[in-house]
């Protein structure tokens, strides 16, 4: 028995899902004893430990055993299998209820952290429901008597739970509540009835309010003053009333996922259940008041005869009063027969609704064995398999009215009054739809008669999911129902549908080796696809007119480098009647279905459409869409080759949405077109020169997107080596073919290596963009582009990867780039004096070089063959040693060269001033410049001066060496 007045809460860490194996997800939950420890995956420093009641470690650990049921894999296996929470919780339910007390567990958790595994099981591995009812029965049994007459009255699980003790006319009561507080995508509208679709816009207020009850509740048991407990703010928290402060013992099951990737929504549950473990219950024993009645008679009774036997005793004095207590004691007895009567008509009425539910499940099953059926598949696991609809010989209609009795009528998005028939007859059942009734059978749409065969996915209206199981003669133990789930239907329809590029077998979970990016984006798609077919059949059926039809942003789009782009879930939505197109992102399209389906629940409680006052959340406005992209890659400009081809761009989808020519042409500064004569072997050549190109846009062919509807238009925009603006071609309207005289030209004056690289590397990824009526025209925004005085783009200030935004009227940020233009103005100063430094150095040493060329002979240097010569002597006759000034000369020579160069970039340095000081953009482009520039001419100055000075000291080494030669004796 759970004792102790407290809420007590357990938290559970499930195994890795196929998501988070797909996405190579690192686990970041650890627990020992009943310590539960997280782990920032951003920051591996940051940890943080809560200590529950119960902790229960499930993520490895476990073998499958022939039953499919998982069991610790040895004697030191640390993982919890469902048998051991049942044994420590749900046994705990059924004591508590058993003498009466009230007891509760529920789940809590984000969805898919495992909540509905713990509650219902799956497959061979039973969940607490299922166990607690099992261990009930079993209970049920060993209190029956020999005689087969019943105790106790089995216990409904529903919300009140009665056990009779008929012998005793007593009666103990408890409240059993087994919740699992599902994730807000389960609460949302399956197709199952339309009053559920307000229950998804409700689930978030009803969890809310859960939390601001455990927070008032914890609030109070640590003596904060709470004047109001917010349990009638939503229904969920009405439900749970006695569970949470009340009279009852209380357990929480928290349900974690060990993932990084959902490191916040984990931490905000675990301090959730923290704040739980503060609530204080008051459980009390529930008695009945019949009960006490009833033991009240018996104790009158008793003192009555007492009483009686001690007046007998007395003689005939007091036979008066013998006679009125016999009286008593006569009405007494009439008042507990009539209530044994009472008690046994109870027990009957519950005999006989026993004796007629078991008979219904016998008679299903009789049927399960003899006829083929359809059996639902739910978003929920624990309303998938609850229904059966069974397939009798002959016809059988499918509809929202039932003709005959062995009809099978549906409610949800989708379902006509009459939508299908099926026709049972020699073992076969075909199935036809009616007046082109929505049908789907794995996946693909069905609009004529077809043969259902065993374990076929069948999809009737927009969200009414069944799978089909055939004649026993067709059934095996191989089977695999289970198998079918939801995830499985989703998966089917976005392969067949919208995900072809993904491949996934049949009923398959992903491959290990997808890539993680692509896994999730797959996942994300198929948990939005019956949102989508939802919204298309309120949209049908409300005649909106608008279409939605899901897709993944990127899913073959590069970048100017060739790389993957992020990918996401868009929506795209449709006008049938204007032809007019709306890109939503996955959330504005969540929130958008809860108002849509809040419109369709008052078309069905009023007959008329809602006045959108605000916003039609069907429909926005029209907008410029992006269409697609294509590829042009600048390597041949490297060589100063030109380039012409046609390119395709390609949507979403990956398929072609136009076709366009392209020029990219090497150039003179006048702008006229470079012949073969220009072309260079290797593009270092090009460092530090001047070049111009063009590119030219001339043809865009097949644009589908005008082909759709010819009032659309069409513009291409670009960008070229971190300009800060992107460039826009002129619009085009009403032609999917035409002639596109655009031409930009640009210059770099001194090209770098950062500037040939991004050719060698990059493309210019050409954007399609699609215009509509209604939609203003994009424009290049010419204020940001520094131009030059021939009208090209200027590159020279474009550094890539290193622009970024800055505020226009940021004071800060212009004081600060003044401050650096000051610094690099005095760097310049410093590197000019460096300059003359260097020239009075040189000076010296020519002065140097012209005395050791006057030097007499008397200077005491002799040859290996005696005195040195005079100079007349030396007229005649070659010397033996090397001309020391040709060699000075030589290494003057190449640094008076290399010096030059190193001045042109001094001059070029002090000119270049920015095109317009009074814009902070111009003044960071020209500090970027200042910058580089610098950089170079420091690296170059200390190369030729690095040169300059290995060069003398050579030429003195070895003029050192020779001196020693010559004075050395023989």
Same mark, same amino acid.
């Given at each position: 028995m759970i004792n102790g007045s407290s809420l007590k809460v357990a938290v559970r860490v499930r195994p890795f899902n196929q998501r988070e194996k797909a996405m190579r997800s690192k686990c970041i939950i650890s627990m020992a004893g009943?310590?539960?420890?997280?782990l920032d995956p951003k920051d591996l420093q940051n940890k943080r430990t809560f200590t529950f009641d119960y902790c229960y470690w499930s993520t490895d650990g476990y073998i499958e055993n022939d039953q499919g049921v998982f069991l610790p894999n040895g004697p030191h296996s640390r993982y919890i299998s469902q048998e051991h929470v049942f044994n420590e919780l749900g046994r705990a339910v059924l004591e508590n209820a058993w003498n009466g007390y009230n007891a509760t567990i529920f789940s809590y958790g984000q969805t898919g952290s495992g909540k509905s595994y713990l509650m219902t099981g799956y497959g061979g591995n039973k969940g607490l429901v299922p166990m607690i009812c099992e261990a009930l029965f079993q209970e049920i049994k060993q209190r029956q008597s020999k005689d087969g007459q019943f105790y106790v009255y089995f216990s409904m699980f529903e919300i009140y739970n009665e056990q009779v003790f008929a012998n005793q006319f007593m009666t103990k009561h408890s409240e059993i509540n087994l919740v699992d507080l599902a994730g807000s995508e389960r609460q949302r509208s399956a197709g199952t009835a339309p009053d559920r679709f307000n229950e998804a816009r409700a689930i978030n207020l009803s969890l809310t309010t859960l939390g601001n009850v455990i927070s008032s509740l914890s609030d109070k048991a640590v003596g904060k003053r709470v004047q109001y407990i917010p349990y009638r703010n939503s229904i969920l928290t009405r439900l749970l009333s006695t569970?949470?402060?009340?009279?009852?013992?209380?357990i929480m099951v928290t349900m974690i996922s060990p993932a990084d990737i959902y490191y916040d929504e984990t931490m905000s549950t675990l301090r959730f259940a923290e704040r739980a473990k503060n609530v204080q219950n008051r459980a009390v024993i529930n008695e009945s008041l019949t009960e006490q009645l009833l033991m009240d008679l018996k104790e009158d009774n008793t003192g009555l005869r007492a009483r009686i036997a001690d007046l007998e005793k007395a003689g005939d004095v007091h036979i008066d009063e013998q006679e009125v207590l016999k009286k008593l004691i006569v009405d007494n007895e009439r008042q507990l027969k009539d209530m044994q009567k009472s008690w046994q008509q109870k027990l009957e009425e519950a005999r006989r609704e026993w004796e007629q539910q078991y008979s219904c499940i016998i008679k299903e099953e009789q049927m399960m064995a003899e006829l083929p059926y359809f059996l639902n598949v739910n978003e929920d696991p624990q309303l998938s398999g609850a229904v059966k609809h069974f397939i009798h010989h002959g016809i059988t209609t499918i509809g929202r009215t039932a003709g005959l009795q062995q009809d099978i009528v549906l409610k949800g998005l989708g379902i006509l009054d009459k939508h299908a028939v099926l026709t049972s007859h020699d073992h076969k059942v075909v199935l036809e739809p009616i007046n082109k009734a929505r049908i789907l059978i794995n996946g693909v749409p069905v609009l004529t008669k077809h043969q259902l065969q065993h374990l076929d996915r069948v999809i009737i209206g927009s969200c009414s999911f069944y799978l089909y199981v055939g004649f026993p003669h067709e059934r095996n133990d191989r089977d695999k129902i289970h198998k079918y789930n939801y995830e499985f239907f989703a998966s089917e329809l976005a392969s067949i549908e919208g995900f072809g590029k993904v491949n996934v077998g049949m009923g398959e979970e992903l491959k290990e080796n997808l890539d993680p990016d692509l896994a999730r984006i797959f996942h994300d798609f198929i948990a939005i696809m019956p949102m989508v077919a939802q919204a298309n059949q309120i949209s049908e059926e409300l005649n909106k007119g608008v279409i939605f039809e899901p897709e993944v942003k990127n899913l073959t789009s590069t970048d100017a480098k060739g790389e993957g782009l992020?990918?996401?879930?868009?929506?795209?939505?449709?006008?049938?009647?204007?032809?007019?197109?709306?890109?939503?992102?996955?959330?504005?399209?969540?929130?958008?279905?809860?108002?849509?389906?809040?419109i369709y629940q008052h078309f069905l409680e009023n007959g008329t459409i809602p006045n959108m006052v605000e916003q039609d959340p069907f429909w926005d406005s029209v907008e410029i869409l992006h269409l697609g992209s294509a590829h042009v890659w600048l390597e041949t400009l490297a060589y100063c080759i030109a380039y012409e081809d046609q390119v395709e761009a390609i949507n979403y989808r990956g398929k072609e949405e136009a076709i366009i020519q392209i020029r990219l042409l090497p150039c003179s500064p006048s702008g006229n077109p470079l012949g073969e004569e220009s072309v260079i072997v290797d593009p270092d050549d090009l460092l530090g020169k001047r070049m111009d190109f063009q590119m030219q846009i001339t043809l865009c062919l097949g644009v589908k997107w005008i082909q759709g509807n010819s @009032?659309?238009? =069409?513009?291409? *925009?670009?960008?070229?080596?971190?300009l800060p603006a992107m460039l826009y071609t002129p619009a085009v309207w009403n032609n999917a073919n035409f002639e596109m005289d655009y031409t930009m030209c640009f210059m770099i004056q001194h090209v770098t290596a950062d500037f040939l690289s991004y050719l060698k590397t990059h493309a210019v990824v050409l954007e399609l963009w699609g215009l509509q009526e209604g939609c203003q025209e994009m424009e290049t925004e010419f204020?940001?582009?520094?131009?030059?005085?021939n009208g090209s783009v200027l590159l020279d200030l474009c550094y890539r990867?290193?622009?970024?935004?800055?505020p226009q009227d940021s004071e800060k940020c212009r004081s600060k780039l003044s401050e650096q233009l000051k610094m690099l103005e005095e760097e310049i100063e410093n590197l000019k004096d460096a300059n003359r430094s260097l020239k009075s150095e040189n000076i010296k040493m020519q002065r140097e070089l012209e005395r050791l060329r006057?030097?007499?002979?008397? @200077?005491?240097? =002799?040859?290996? *063959?005696?005195?040195m010569k005079s100079a007349n002597d030396r007229s005649d006759q070659k010397s033996p040693f090397p001309s020391w000034d040709a060699e000075f000369a030589k290494a003057l020579k190449t640094f008076y060269f290399s010096m030059i160069g190193v001045r042109a970039r001094l001059i070029h340095l002090k000119e270049v001033r920015p095109l317009d000081e009074g814009r902070i953009l111009c003044l960071r482009y020209f500090a970027n410049e200042r910058n580089q520039l610098i950089e170079e001419l420091g690296e170059e100055l200390e190369s030729c001066v690095g040169k300059l000075k290995n060069d003398i000291a050579k030429i003195i080494k070895r003029k050192k060496e020779l001196q020693i030669d010559a004075v050395s004796p023989p």
């Open positions: 009943n310590n539960c420890t997280i569970a949470l402060g009340g009279n009852s013992k209380t992020e990918k996401e879930i868009i929506v795209k939505v449709i006008n049938k009647v204007t032809k007019q197109v709306e890109i939503w992102p996955r959330d504005k399209f969540t929130d958008r279905k809860l108002l849509i389906e809040g @009032s659309r238009g =069409v513009q291409i *925009g670009f960008m070229m080596y971190g204020a940001h582009v520094a131009l030059a005085g990867n290193q622009w970024t935004s800055v006057n030097l007499p002979s008397s @200077s005491g240097l =002799v040859t290996n *063959g005696g005195p």
